[in-house]
C-alpha cells in the first residue's frame, strides 16, 4: 500500500470508517525510464489535485502508492464518481501522444485510517483492496466500480443508474469474484455528446432564467437549464456537476464558470458564450413570486422555516430505516438530510427506497410516531 498521505490530514483521527475509495493507476508506468516516470507523476499530480478541488479536504484522504494514488472519501459516495470522472476528462484532453493514461477502480467498503511506522497518516482495509482490484480490470481511460458502490450510488438517484453498464464478474488472483460496472459518460467516450448545444448557442428559454431567489439559493429553475445545458456537454453525470457546484456558488456567474471547467477545453469558450444571457440576465427575484420590489423590511410571509432536523432525528431514521433495507441506510440518511427540509419530507424521501409495499406502510407508521 502506500508509504503515507500526500497531505496533512491529521484531523481525521483513527478508526474504523465505511469510505468511497477511488484506485487510480498511471498505465505502464513500471515500463518506462525514470524520467518519464517523474513526467508522468507530475502531470498525474497536477491533473489529480485539480480534480479534488471540489471535495472538502477534510472529506478526503489522499495516499501516493508510486504509480498512482488511493482517494479515500469519507463524506458523499457521489464525490469519488465526481472525481474520478473529473480526473479522466483532464487525462483525456491530453493532446500529446505519449500522453498520460490511468485505469481507474471505485468501491465502497470498510476503511481503517491508523498512523503508520514513519508517524504518516495511512489507511488500510478490504475497501482498499477491492478497489485496487476492481481497477486492475479496468482498460486504460476506463472507470469501473464494484457492486457495492453502484447498489449504494444507483439508490441515491434515478438519473444515476443510467450512468453504469454491467461489465460482468471478474475473478481477481486470490480467487474472489468481483462484479463490476463500467461508468459510461459521453464526454469521455471520444466527444461530445450528441444533444450538444448548437453553434448558434443555448435554447432560448435558458437566457430567460433570473439568478437567485430570495431566500439566497440559486434559482430552481436557472439550476434545470443549465443541467440540460451542460448535459449536451458531458452527459448524464451533469445532475450531479451542477448540483455539487450549486453547494458552493453564490450567484449564477460563479457556477457558469465553475461549470465550464468540465467542459472539454476545446469547447469551453464557446460553451461560456452561449451562457451570457444566463449570466446577464437581470436579477428581480420578489417578480412573480406575490412579493413587493421594495426592499423593505421583510414580512411574515418572508421567514425561513427554520430546520428542525437534528442529530437524535437522523439517527432514529437511520434506526428505522435500517430495519428494513440494512447498513446502507447510514448512507441514505445522511444523503437525504442535505435535501430536505422537514422531518415529514426527510421520512417521505427515505420511504422511497424500501421496495417492499408493506415495509414502507410500517416505515411511515412509525414516522407518524416519531
Known amino acids: 500500500m502506500a508509504d503515507g498521505a500526500a497531505m496533512d490530514v491529521d484531523h481525521l483521527g483513527s478508526g474504523n470508517r465505511m469510505c468511497s475509495v477511488v484506485f487510480a493507476d498511471i498505465v505502464q508506468y513500471s515500463q518506462k525510464l525514470v524520467s518519464q516516470q517523474f513526467t508522468l507523476k507530475a502531470r498525474f499530480s497536477a491533473f489529480l489535485a485539480a480534480a479534488l478541488e471540489h471535495t472538502a479536504a477534510a472529506d478526503r484522504l489522499v495516499l501516493d502508492t508510486g504509480d498512482g494514488a488511493a482517494l479515500c472519501f469519507l463524506g458523499d459516495p457521489e464525490d469519488a464518481l465526481f472525481t474520478a470522472n473529473n480526473l479522466r476528462s483532464r487525462v483525456l484532453e491530453t493532446p500529446d501522444p505519449h500522453?498520460?493514461?490511468?485505469?481507474?477502480?471505485?468501491?465502497l467498503g470498510p476503511v481503517r485510517v491508523i498512523k503508520d511506522i514513519n508517524g504518516h497518516t495511512n489507511a488500510i482495509g478490504d475497501g482498499i483492496n477491492v478497489a485496487q482490484r476492481v481497477m486492475s480490470f479496468a482498460e486504460p481511460n476506463q472507470i469501473l466500480v464494484s457492486r457495492s458502490y453502484y447498489e449504494v450510488v444507483s439508490r441515491l438517484s434515478p438519473e444515476y443508474v443510467q450512468l453504469f453498464h454491467y461489465a460482468g464478474s471478474h475473478r481477481d488472483k486470490h480467487v474472489r469474484q468481483h462484479e463490476v460496472y463500467e461508468v459510461q459518460l459521453s464526454a469521455t467516450l471520444g466527444g461530445r455528446a450528441a444533444t450538444a448545444l448548437p453553434q448558434g448557442g443555448p435554447d432560448p428559454s435558458v437566457l430567460?432564467?433570473?439568478?437567485?431567489?430570495?431566500?439566497?439559493?440559486?434559482?430552481?429553475?436557472?439550476?434545470?437549464?443549465?443541467?440540460?445545458?451542460?448535459?449536451?456537454?458531458?452527459?448524464?453525470?451533469?445532475?450531479?456537476?451542477?448540483?455539487?457546484?450549486?453547494?458552493?456558488?453564490?450567484?449564477?456567474?460563479?457556477?457558469?464558470?465553475?461549470?465550464?471547467?468540465n467542459v472539454?477545453?476545446?469547447?469551453?469558450?464557446?460553451?461560456?458564450?452561449?451562457?451570457?444571457?444566463?449570466v446577464e440576465a437581470p436579477r428581480s427575484p420578489a417578480k412573480g413570486r406575490g412579493q413587493p420590489d421594495s426592499a423593505g423590511p421583510p414580512g411574515p410571509q418572508d421567514t425561513e422555516t427554520p430546520r428542525e432536523i437534528g442529530p437524535e432525528l437522523l439517527a432514529r431514521a437511520e434506526q428505522m430505516l435500517t430495519r428494513q433495507i440494512g447498513p446502507l441506510a447510514r448512507i441514505l440518511v445522511r444523503h437525504a438530510a442535505k435535501k430536505v427540509t422537514s422531518p415529514h419530507e426527510l421520512f417521505e424521501h427515505l420511504a422511497t427506497h424500501i421496495d417492499d409495499a408493506e415495509g414502507r406502510k410500517v416505515f411511515m407508521a412509525d414516522a407518524e410516531r416519531t
Open 99 to 107: 500522453a498520460l493514461r490511468l485505469r481507474l477502480g471505485i468501491n
Open 208 to 261: 430567460q432564467a433570473t439568478g437567485a431567489g430570495p431566500d439566497g439559493h440559486l434559482d430552481p429553475s436557472a439550476l434545470s437549464r443549465l443541467t440540460a445545458a451542460l448535459t449536451g456537454e458531458i452527459g448524464p453525470v451533469a445532475k450531479l456537476v451542477v448540483r455539487r457546484a450549486a453547494e458552493r456558488a453564490t450567484d449564477v456567474r460563479t457556477l457558469c464558470e465553475m461549470l465550464a471547467e
Open 264 to 278: 472539454p477545453e476545446s469547447h469551453r469558450a464557446v460553451f461560456l458564450a452561449g451562457l451570457a444571457g444566463l
